[in-house]
């Protein structure tokens, strides 16, 4: 029943290989080959052997092992004349022994594929690349460990606030991850500038921040160069949106809404006192009879609006106007007390 399945399985496999243009070899050499981590071998159709730095090539590749155990292989060999043939193989060791080794013919210039991996003791990935021409070939070859194959994930427990008009973010290290030194960061507040670049520290303070703007923020981190690794962006992490007090915005409406016509306002009046002021002072309605005896006794200015008191800046900004011009608020005023009577 078992080898039933097992064959059933191993035919879907060859045959959805095989339409991907997917051949698996087992190339048992090639996790035995002696090669360093992070060093390119260079083989030639004329049998010379050279070794490179990834910085020797215009061509760029990377593979990274996701937390899932997903392994991403990219490239990008857009400088090679167009007419290379370009395959690819990429072998998963366990230390020296193969695991699995599929080897992808004719792929695109700038591509991707992906595998996926169990977690494995002793990881090894040995990327090839062969171009080839009709008369010639070349085959890049290199070889990853765990630590170089490593995306990072986000740094944890990332907040944001605002305290005392500036921006603290706070993070942390995966908790996998023990060794604070080797990392840096980049932090995106999701304003108009661009990411900061942050050394080995696990907060940021941003002096200063902006009272109306609404920070996202979200964080991501990579191995310094004084540790070994991939020097790999990792994935960024969760964003966090920082709203600001409400306080601080309804003071800046109320500021804009009232402050700026009451400066217009107090112009205007400034400029036509007389007239503007017949014209806004709104009738003073009829005061309750308990009231008449006071009213009639009392001095105009101590007593101008019973019934608008709690109302606003708009009367008080009159009563300074009608008290640089006395006599006419006076005269008016006792108009009206006498026509209400
Ligand atoms: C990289 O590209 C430049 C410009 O196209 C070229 O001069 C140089 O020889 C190339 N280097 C390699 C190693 O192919
Ligand atoms: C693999 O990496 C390439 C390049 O970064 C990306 O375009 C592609 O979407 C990745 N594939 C998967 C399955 O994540
Ligand atoms: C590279 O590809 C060419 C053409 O397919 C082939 O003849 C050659 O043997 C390959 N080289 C290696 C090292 O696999
Ligand atoms: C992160 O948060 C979790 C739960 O809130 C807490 O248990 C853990 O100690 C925190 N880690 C660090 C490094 O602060
Ligand atoms: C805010 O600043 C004042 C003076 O600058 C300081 O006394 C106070 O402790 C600060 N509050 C917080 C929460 O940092």
Redesign the pocket.
Known sequence: MLCLVNLICWTIFLVLGASHGVTEENNQDVCQEEQYIDELSVKSSTGQEVLLEMKDINETFICLLYPTYLLNCSWSFLTEEEDTQLSVTISICDGNTPVQSPSYSSVERVGSRTLTQQQLNNLQVVLQFNMSWPDKWKVYSYKYDSQMLEFLPPP??VSATVTNGSLVVKW??PHDQSHPMCFEYQLDLGDQEAPRHLGAQLSYTELSADPTHTYRVRIRMRRNSGCIGSAQWGEWSPTVTVEQPCRLNILLMVTLSFGIPMILLAVLLLMRQQRLSTLLFPPIPRPPSKYMHFLEKSDTFSFPYPALPSKTEEEITKVEVAEENPETFKSMNMTRTHSNL
């Open positions: 944890t427990n942390a290290l």
